[in-house]
């Protein structure tokens, strides 16, 4: 257990004016949050840029940016330029530019055992770097940015990537293996059933994404090998609520599920095993997790069919979106308890 020490705490709202002169006072700042939290952090960004501006206050600074999000640097600089003025504009990308980040870190709830030591503890791996999109940065040659940044030339690349084939990978050990009463990622990874629906999830997203960006196919053994050696890995025990939270979010459009199943389609892949799985996320359930619940009570009220349409932002007056609306339809009737012939 490593004890993280010599960090100061403020509140973005009660602590209003100390966390801007922090802000105003730092060369590096990073973000990571759900994007529930973006606007916010969007308007704080903006206040910051006033006020440097009002200071004279040139000294480059940078933001980092980091979320499970597919188009994170462009959400976070169009809305940001929907607040400030064509001046302002060009004075934030001089002087306090956005960074796409790319975080590769899998957190899990801490022990009772952990807790009992320090109740702000957290379990997480051991990545000790964080991809930043080198070109982003404006300090000049001479600023020496932290060792433990690793300097990339296409962030929006590696995080599709991660999003559209890891964290698939991941949900899915999730919704399935909470239906079939695991607790664990390490559980769905070893789970005959579970671990075989994600790798071929994994497998439709991975080529899709090959085509895209040139990546090798079929997709080396060794990437793969070592993929599942990580999940099956039972010292990290993730907890599947935690990986299967907000259901509503992630099985948006541009999330887990619905972002490669769409891209799938682009390049004649039939995401079946993609939408086989988001259809468990219509079965999820966690009565400490009210989105879980707001979800099982539209399909109850509306109906699966509306609840995916919904949900998942699909257009059912193009093709291939009715496609993936019928397969996660099918897939949920093919799983859920309802037998329509019992009526009879």
Known sequence: MRTIAGYHVLHPQKDRAAYMDALMAADLVSTATYPDGFDAIV???AE?????????NKK?????????????LEYYQNHLDGLLSEEEKAFQRQFVPLVASIIYRSSSYASGEQLAKDPLAVQGDDWDY??????????????ELPKFFLPEDDILKLMTLKIWIGNTLHCSYAFLGHYYGLSYTCESARNDY????AYYASDEGYTALAHKFGLPLPRPKEEEEEIWHFYRNEALKDSL??????????????????????????????????????????TYKNEADPTSLSLLNMVAQRGIEAAVEEVCGLDLSKEGERLIHRLIVASYREICDYNPTNAF
């Open 43 to 45: 308007e704080d960004i």
């Open 60 to 72: 480059p600074m940078a933001i980092t940016l980091g979320a499970n999000y597919v188009g994170l």
């Open 130 to 143: 964080l991809q930043v999109e080198q070109s982003a940065f404006r300090f000049g040659e001479e600023y």
């Open 48 to 56: 910051l840029v006033r006020k440097k501006m009002a200071a004279d």
């Open 241 to 282: 609520l935690r990986v299967a939270a907000d259901p509503i979010r992630k099985l948006g459009r541009n999330e887990r599920f619905i972002g490669p199943a769409l891209m799938c389609l682009e390049y004649d892949v039939i995401p079946a095993f993609i939408c086989h799985n988001a259809a468990y996320g219509f």
């Open 194 to 197: 579970v671990s075989r629906c």
